[in-house]
């Protein structure tokens, strides 16, 4: 083939393509010629980060993935782990972590809407019925116009879509820090419960190798929104793509769907037919058609004027790569496709509910291995499907950076002043402004909500004990001074929240939210976080197995702002857990006047990117606590132990603030209303009170205080439940009354308020 690395220079530029000309070259290597528009379209989309993890694949394989309980790990659209056996039923737990972060700062409603609604259809779609939504989010200072106005955009969007599907919020994490100003964070999690006979898998069945089968392309009508979503999600914030490439959400057209989904569905099912469903996110049509051939060891013959189109004269590479929410891709035999056709389109009557909406048969499977695409009665695309969606990689350079590691040259201590400073900064307010917001309730499934336990916590399947916790965590202010740090803690502070209701943690997923790859410092900061995720899942293994698994998750690159400053190094992790009876599940408030406060763990002088640091002394260096998985799985085990003797009556992890501010925060649980506090009777120093060295405060009763004795992991009684609204210790005491009014309101103060 001759020399066209020129035209192909031309072309890229003149399409806005985010390819490298050496990529392009790699493109046309495979198809042995100049490649088309749609092709090269093609390629941009599949080839992109977000789509091909082509700069991450390799570290991500370092991860723990298996565990007895795991019934699919990570390749498909969700991860999905065993649960419970109920009703002559084994029920599995479905659950996905994705990200949404570009087109969040671009157009901030829209953004975080089709962010939930992407992960719930990822669940949806591996047969599961959605029982929550959980979002974290990350912001720039609530100072600054611009953040409050991402932040309010995001917080609409979130709300607007869950609430419409009639799906529960789980709550999250918000975090605010100047490293987010230019490029908001919108990660979520979705989780779903389904039947073990009833999992469907997102590609095209081993059956199509002896019986013709056919792709049906169900939902709205192609257009042009979010075409180059995901070249867009994987590309600098200042790009020419833009508003252009962030899709449109309806979730009322989604009910319908689903409606008409769950009808196919059953069909399908009673039939005993063997099909795959698929939903379409990130690169549309190619996306779909591409990844459900390729990973059925299939190719697929593509016909693009099949496709129901909302707009005329689309080109051929916007009606394969366009985003157009709302759609789903099936699998089935062509001998029952129209069937499949007549359900959405005449039973249901999608085409009236909604202009040029419907199911459509827009391709055949083949055996040949081939990505073919027609339009116009031409050839418009061929190439090896395996190129396609496995045909890059990229080993990146890495180099390590040195973190201020520095300490404050005096620590002064006043509690008083100390807990009231943290309680009302961005980073140590109430989240509940937020909560109120989203529908924490619908299902009437929920048994804890947020902010009344370190995670929330459901009953999925009506009529059984089993209860699922929910919790998310990421600590950017650990991840800018250790990049390793940041990623263990991530896994182990989510870990503390399942395990301090009294959850076993089950798996996790993880959303790892960084700079550019091709940045060796940014590039180094991502290696050195998987690394923290792996050796910290590897040390917290509680339900079996070696490992905590990670079952799903997603990688976000290319978040920096327009002068090409990252974002801290931002592992976020979720983890699940189950109870075998939800009504077990402790929550962090305080329960009783003469009550014990039980330390669990030891305090180190470890207060590097500790809130005490920032907010009392203004400094940002320091040791950030080390990541002890041998300590942490021996408090586990014992807090695990004793919420499940009936020992604790209230039980909070120690994180942000140290034990004094999760003091404060299990007395503000329990409201003025019931006049609770807390006496501490340790010495008024700053390691004592502040250090976030992990651990747990739990509440029990002095008649379970032989139980204290002969433990293993390092436990003390370090103060009371006393009948006074305060927090006290040795020669100081803070009334908490106003504190806590002003704690619960001042994030809506410093978000909401008038410009």
């Not at 999905?80 to 972590?97: K, P, R, S």
């Not at 260096?621 to 003797?645: C, Y």
């Not at 006393?722 to 704690?743: D, H, K, M, T, Y």
């Amino acid at each position: 083939m001759q020399d066209i690395s020129a035209e192909l220079a031309e072309v890229l530029q003149s399409r806005g393509l985010s390819m490298t000309l050496e990529e392009a070259v790699k493109v046309a290597s495979f198809v042995g010629r100049m490649p088309t528009p749609l092709e090269l379209h093609l390629f941009d989309t599949m080839w992109s980060e977000h789509c091909s993890y082509k700069s991450s694949r390799k570290l991500l394989k370092t991860l723990p993935v298996s565990a007895p309980q795991v019934v699919l790990g990570p390749g498909e659209d969700a991860g999905i782990v065993e649960f419970a056996e109920h009703g002559g039923h084994l029920w599995d737990i479905v659950v996905a972590h994705e990200s949404h972060n570009h087109p969040s700062q671009v157009l901030p409603v829209e953004g975080a809407a089709t962010g939930v609604g992407g992960i719930v259809r990822d669940v949806y779609c591996m047969g599961a019925r959605v029982i929550g939504v959980m979002d974290l989010l990350r912001f720039g200072p609530p100072a600054s116009s611009s953040s409050r106005a991402v932040a309010r955009g995001v917080v609409q969007g979130v709300w607007q879509y869950g609430n419409a599907l009639g799906v529960p919020n789980l709550g999250g994490d918000t975090v605010f820090h100047e490293g987010y100003e230019s490029n908001c964070l919108v990660n979520v999690v979705s989780v779903g419960l389904v039947r073990h006979d009833r999992i469907i898998h997102s590609f095209v069945p081993g059956a199509a190798r002896g019986t013709p089968y056919v792709l049906v392309l169900v939902g709205k009508p192609t257009d042009a929104t979010g075409f180059g979503g995901a070249t867009f999600a994987s590309a600098d914030l200042d790009s020419d793509l833009g508003m252009g490439a962030v899709q449109v959400a309806d979730p009322f057209l989604k009910r319908v769907v689903a409606e008409a989904n769950a009808r196919v569905l059953d069909m399908l099912f009673e039939r005993g037919v063997d099909f795959g469903f698929k939903d379409l996110g990130a690169g549309g049509i190619a996306c779909v058609s591409s990844e459900m051939a390729s990973h059925g060891g299939m190719g697929i013959e593509l016909w693009l004027d099949k496709v129901p189109v909302s707009v005329p004269d689309l080109p051929p590479e916007v009606v394969a790569c366009a985003e157009t929410q709302e759609r789903f891709g099936l699998a089935v035999p062509q001998d029952i496709a129209y069937e499949v056709v007549q359900i959405y389109n005449e039973e249901f009557e999608l085409p009236r509910l909604y202009p040029g909406a419907g199911a459509s048969i827009i391709g055949r499977f083949t055996s040949d291995r081939t990505y073919l695409v027609l339009h116009g009665g031409r050839e418009v695309a061929c190439a090896p499907v395996e190129a396609i969606t496995e045909g890059i990689r990229h080993d990146r350079e890495a180099c390590p950076i040195e973190s201020d590691v520095s300490e404050p040259s005096s620590r002064p201590v006043d509690p008083p002043s100390d807990l009231s400073s943290m309680a009302l900064s961005p980073s140590g307010v109430s989240r509940s402004p937020l909560y109120s917001f989203y529908d924490s309730e619908v299902q009437a499934a929920t048994h804890l909500r947020p902010g009344e336990a370190d995670s929330v916590v459901v009953v999925p399947i009506p009529g059984c004990s089993a209860g699922l916790a929910v919790s998310g965590d990421g600590n950017p202010f650990y991840g800018e001074l250790d990049p390793y740090l940041g990623g263990a803690h991530a896994v182990a502070e989510a870990f503390r929240n399942v395990v301090a209701t009294g959850a076993v943690p089950l798996c996790a997923t993880d959303c790892l939210n960084y700079g550019s790859p091709e940045n060796p410092e940014v590039f180094w900061q991502f290696s050195r976080g998987v690394e923290g995720i792996a050796d910290a899942c590897r040390a917290l293994a509680l339900a079996g197995g070696e490992a905590l698994p990670i079952v799903s998750g997603n990688v976000s690159f290319y978040n920096q702002s327009r002068d090409g400053a990252a974002i801290p190094p931002s592992p976020i992790v979720a983890v699940f857990g189950r109870l075998d009876d939800f009504t077990r599940a402790r929550d962090i408030s305080l329960k009783r006047a003469g009550d014990l406060i039980v330390l669990v763990g030891e305090r180190r002088d470890e207060l590097g990117g500790g809130l005490y640091y920032r907010e009392c002394l203004g400094h940002r260096g320091g040791a950030v606590p080390s990541f002890r998985g041998g300590e942490e799985l021996a408090m586990a085990r014992l807090v695990l132990d004793w919420i499940g003797r009936d020992i604790v009556r209230a039980s909070h992890d120690i994180s942000e603030g140290g034990l004094a501010f999760a003091a404060m925060e299990m007395a503000f649980a329990s409201g003025p209303h019931n006049g609770l506090g807390v006496r501490l009777d340790i010495a008024c120093d700053p390691v004592l009170l502040y250090s976030e060295t992990p651990g747990y405060l739990l509440e029990v009763g002095p008649d379970d205080l032989p139980a204290l004795a002969g433990l293993a992991a390092p436990v003390r009684v370090i103060g009371e439940v006393v009948p006074a609204f305060s927090i006290s210790g040795n020669g100081w005491e803070l009334n908490l009354r106003e504190l806590c009014e002003q704690w619960r309101d001042r994030l809506a103060a410093m978000v909401w308020r008038e410009e």
